[in-house]
Structures are given as C-alpha cells and as structure tokens.
C-alpha cells in the first residue's frame, strides 16, 4: 500500500460493494451501519483470538503473502512457505512473542501478533483480504489490549505505513492514538495502564 494524500481508496482495498459482502457473507443490498458493524442483517460480527498453533503455518503464510498485507508490510517481498514456516515455529518458541489466530463468527481470519519488550509490546495485525472493512481489525485490537492488560503490560504500540489510512483508523477506533510521523513511517501508542507510561 503507497503514502497518498486524503482518504483516497487504495487499489488493493475493496470497495465499498465487496466490503458489504465480506460483511454478510452474502450478496450485496444497501450500504447500512449494520454492514458497517459487520454481521448479517446488522448483527455486530463477534471477534475473538485464540492462540496459534504449528497448525495454522499454512493459513498463515496464505494471508501473509496476499497482496494487500504484503503492501502494507515493511517487508513486502512474497515468503517462501520454508522461510514463514522456519520464522513461524521459532516465533511459537520465543517467550517474548505472543502470536494469535483472530476468528470472527468461528471463522479465522486474521493474525494479531505482540512482541515484546520490557513492559511494552508491539502490536501488529493483519486480516484476510476477503474481510477487511466490515470493523473486525478494531476489534481485534481491543482484544489484544485486554491481553496485554492481563500480562501487566504497560502499554501497546505499532507501526504502520502513512499511507495505509486503514490501518491508522482501525488502531485509532481502538484507542491508539498516534505519537510521531517520521520517514513514512506511523507510530502509535495505547496507554494500558493509567500513571505508569
Ligand atoms: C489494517 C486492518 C487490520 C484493519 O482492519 P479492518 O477490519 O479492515 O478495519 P476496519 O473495517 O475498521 O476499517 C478500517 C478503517 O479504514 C477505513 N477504510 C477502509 N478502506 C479505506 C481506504 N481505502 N481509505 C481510507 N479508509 C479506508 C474504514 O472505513 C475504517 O474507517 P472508519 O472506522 O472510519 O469507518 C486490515 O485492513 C488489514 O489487515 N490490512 C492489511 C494489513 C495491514 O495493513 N496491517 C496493519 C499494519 S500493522
């Protein structure tokens, strides 16, 4: 995903028909806030996280390589499935990484992943292309920050492309407010604990 100016729709985001679908799951009808909120018929879409095992590799490395998070990843070169699986099982083995499986409606759909450091961790996300825009990545932010909560960490951060007006908004709606703007590059805080940042 490439820096622009305003709030200009990025060639790999869907528009605003196929976002309606990846909400209901279904074929498209006018664009309401319960499409918005991402459920059938206005239904808000349940998100939770669940830790990832060595048996989401594949599904993994499928989501990463699409091309949306590709352009919004630091790194946007496609993964050989043996360089993600060599990365993903040492990444389940490292004590300061927390990797999680976001499953919206019993469905996986995405990853939110902590990195951690002292009592900080980064926080970095990133959801299948067939359902972005219906209000699942905010969710799963809010729900990483409950973990963070529950491992006593002080505060989350994340860094995003300026140019991915998505990813800003939905760490903005999550409570991430957004510190520097350096090189390109977006950094965002969420305070976890009150008094100790
Ligand atoms: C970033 C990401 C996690 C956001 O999750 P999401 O579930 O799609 O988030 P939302 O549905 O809340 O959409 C985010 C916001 O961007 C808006 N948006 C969507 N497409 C947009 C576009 N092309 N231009 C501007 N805003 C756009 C949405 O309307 C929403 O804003 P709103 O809350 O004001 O309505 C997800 O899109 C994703 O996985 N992207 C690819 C990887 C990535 O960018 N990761 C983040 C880098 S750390």
């Known amino acids: 995903m490439k820096a ?3 709030r200009r729709r990025s060639p790999g985001v869907p528009r605003a028909d196929s ?3 990846a ?3 279904a074929s498209a009808g006018p664009r309401s806030r319960g499409a918005r909120r991402g459920g059938p018929d206005g239904r ?4 939770a996280l669940r830790a990832a095992t060595a048996d989401d590799c594949r599904m ?3 989501w990463r390589n699409e091309e949306t998070t590709r ?3 630091f790194d946007s070169s496609e993964i050989a499935y043996e360089t993600h699986e060599a990365w993903f099982r040492a990444s389940l083995a490292r004590r300061d ?3 999680f499986v976001v499953v919206a409606e019993a469905e996986p759909c995405g990853v939110v992943r902590l990195d951690r450091s002292g009592r900080r961790a980064e926080v970095s996300i990133f959801l299948a292309r067939a359902r972005h825009g219906v209000g699942i990545g905010p969710r799963a932010l809010r729900a990483i920050a409950r973990v963070g909560i529950r491992e006593h960490l002080d505060a989350l951060t994340a860094r995003t492309k300026s140019g991915n007006y998505p990813s800003r908004a939905a760490f903005r709606s999550a409570g991430f407010t957004e510190a520097v703007e350096e090189g390109g590059v977006v950094t965002m805080v969420k ?3 009150l008094g100790r940042n």
């Open 19 to 21: 976002r309606r679908r």
């Open 44 to 47: 808000r879409v349940r998100v």
């Open 60 to 62: 993994i490395w499928e």
């Open 71 to 73: 352009g919004a990843s």
């Open 97 to 99: 990484r927390k990797i």
């Open 191 to 193: 305070p976890l604990r």
């Open 4 to 6: 622009g100016a305003g």
């Open 23 to 25: 909400a209901s799951g």
